[in-house]
């Protein structure tokens, strides 16, 4: 159902053509960083099979309790972002925007988090590509490990500050009155990203918090 | 050739002429700043070519080299950095953009009868994306290139003292181009067909660009991945892939192959939808079977992903996954046969016209059929046992990168170039060149073959004295080959400023980008268009249609 | 396009939670071997959810979630290809057999 006198870009026949392309588009793209995901998630299968034992004391090393709590706080971001998804449709712009507002502050804490968790790798003296005195005397999986760590986390939390980004911006036009229905669709764009960026934690929680155990 | 071209206005002054894309604002702002896919076709066309001229370039020096087995007019340092620069500047500066990002940006919208694509601001940042990453691997060849092969395998890539890390972040850059121009297409031809247009009347270019999109979209990530890996290891010393830190150099090569592979076939599926345009326009027939030219299409996207352990039979991969990969890999090459009987069969007992897109098409089949059996021939493990790293796989993949995808853009250049610019070319020139680049093709690579199982290692500045020969032979075909090419870019030029008016439809194609002007207009279409005939209705009931 | 409605929403968030904590709580139960294949299947069921009611992708077209089924399967074949190398490998060099 399109309504003949909304606005629309040139090209597009119609709004619902236009909401069509940007949802199909979104999940092309989406597609594509999972793909980026999967080369990392490759190399950590690969590797955890060549190094069982130093692999599980690494995920035993880690603080459980910190990535269970980042878990539940992304997992509440993400239903906080979709009902604003859903009062936006049914013309409620302001609950949307307060709903967003929890969302990002969801965000900065699970950052928070891990900054915590960074700092107290730090201060044991683990850096990413085995660089420091904590790898010392140590079998060479563990190395490996905690680069991965590292890199999949830290990349993890790069989609954690662009989704802010762009869900900071969809705040911004709600409150200028840009998005109302019929023309709700940009918000629904943010919102699959940002569950995206859920969607990758929920794996990156078990494989580095939650099986110590070997294969 | 005479066209009878209704509604096309005679030269007399600027104002009488109807606008099209090139004469409506011809200002450098606005072709910088377009967001007409056909300028942007047109830019990605003349970047693209410029750095073919740059690969060849490097190939020509390359061979040169080779006429004499010691140092002939590089040393060994030069020759390594020069077959580098030829493979990244060839496959991803070329290769992985032009046809689609030339062609398929012009072509896809009027073929289905859109607009423009979906997204437009984000094709021009697709090719500002695409400029950029080639700018900084171009400062980065500056800086005295890199040695490693285009291939970055570690250790080597993460310890060698050369520009890598700039170099992998301008091709960082150009993935990205490559993603969004993927992205484009597909959400293009999902939902902006024209009213009445299902998906099993398009012409089957934009199947092969659509089939071409998908691999584009779901394998470039993994090469982007795998280089900021290696420039992360090379950068920082994180050593991901250092074995003294307990990591495996062979993990890179799957990675990286999980793309290049798949990339392989964004190379080649744009060709052979070339191929399938050209076939049928220059016979005057519809495909022997339009849907085994669909599926096969599809087929040989998805089976692509299957096979990326081939080019790692003997890098230590385990028997498991060897035999897994050589099994899989045998699968790709029935798509391919596919299509090839089906072009063939679409020839027979069509009316077939000599122009130089189809002499194109006539040696794309050659080369094509011959560089695929061979590539049938190398993913047997077992042989491939002797054939890896030497010129036998070198010959294989140039047969078909060459001899398939170079051929397919000159088929594809000649065919539409009336289109885009509404002029003809020479054809007696198109022969003489066509002539030239197909002799020179094959006098060049096919010794290679030779070379290679005779035991000639590929990246290798020195050689045997034995071996001589061939490699004499070879280069003497690159100059053949080289000239073929300068002699189309010069008749194509000159045909550009004084060539013959070629009215809208010279080849009085079927196909629906030929029902619009040539050059066409700033929206495509004067009209809202309506492709009530088949694509490739040749019988007289269609031509009245049109 | 259809929508989710906000009521399976909410209960998709409950479920999340319990999951979770479901999850939490299996890993501290030796499991052996099977520790990692279940906390990955529950992990699976809550992608499943998010990606389902979460991005709707549910009341999508047939196209999409082809698209999506693809791409996890494409992932699936990366992870396991690479892996299995890397497990099925001989780990030391075999040695010839000594001279009789």
Known sequence: MSDAGAEHLDHFQDLEQQAHAARLGIWVFLASELLLFAGLFALYASYRAHYPEAFGWGVEHNVRALGTLNTAILISSSYAVATSVHMLRRGRPRFAAGLLVFTLACGSAFLVVKGIEYAGHFRDGVFPGGHGEFFVGKPEGVKVFYTLYFLMTGLHGIHVVAGMGVLAWLFARILQGKLTPPHTHPLDIGAVYWHLVDVVWIFLWPIFYLTPGTF | MSATTPGLIPQGGALSLPPTFVNDDESIRSWLLTTDHKRVGILFFVATALMMALGGAFALVLRIEHLTPERTIVDALAYNRLFTMHGVVMVFLFMIPAIPGAFGNFLVPIMIGAKDVAFPRLNIASFYLYFVGAVVVLIAMQAGGLDTGWTFYTPYSVQSPSAVVPTLMGLFIVGWSSILTGLNFIVTVHTMRAKGLGWMRMPLFVWSIYGTSIIQVLATPVLGLAVALVAIDHGFDWGLFDPARGGDPVLFQHLFWFYSHPAVYIMILPAMGVVSEVVCTFCRKNPFSYRAIVYSTLGIAFVGFLTWGHHMFVAGLSVFDAGAFGILSMLVGIFSAIKVFTWVGTMYRGSIAFKTPLLYVFTFLFLFVFGGMTGIAVATTSLDVHWHDTYFVVAHFHFIMVGGTLTAYFAGLHYWFPKVTGKLYSERWGLLAAALVSAGFFVTFFPQFLLGNAGMPRRYYDYPPEYQTLHVISTVGSWVLASGMLITVGYLFWALKSGQDAGNNPWHSASYEWLTRSPPPPHNFDDTPVFASDPYDYTETGATQR | ?100
């Open chain 3, 1 to 100: 396009m259809k929508s989710i409605s906000e009521r399976a929403t909410s209960l998709t968030f409950v479920a999340l939670l319990g999951l979770t904590a479901g999850s939490f709580a299996l890993s501290y139960v030796h499991l052996g071997v099977l520790n990692i294949p279940v906390a990955l299947a529950i992990a699976a069921l809550k992608a499943t959810l998010v990606i389902g009611v979460f991005m709707e992708l549910a009341v999508e077209k047939f196209t999409v979630k082809v698209t999506m089924v693809a791409a996890f399967l494409f992932v699936v074949l990366l992870v396991g290809l690479m892996a299995a190398d890397v497990a099925t490998r001989a780990t030391a060099p075999l040695l010839p057999p000594p001279p009789s």
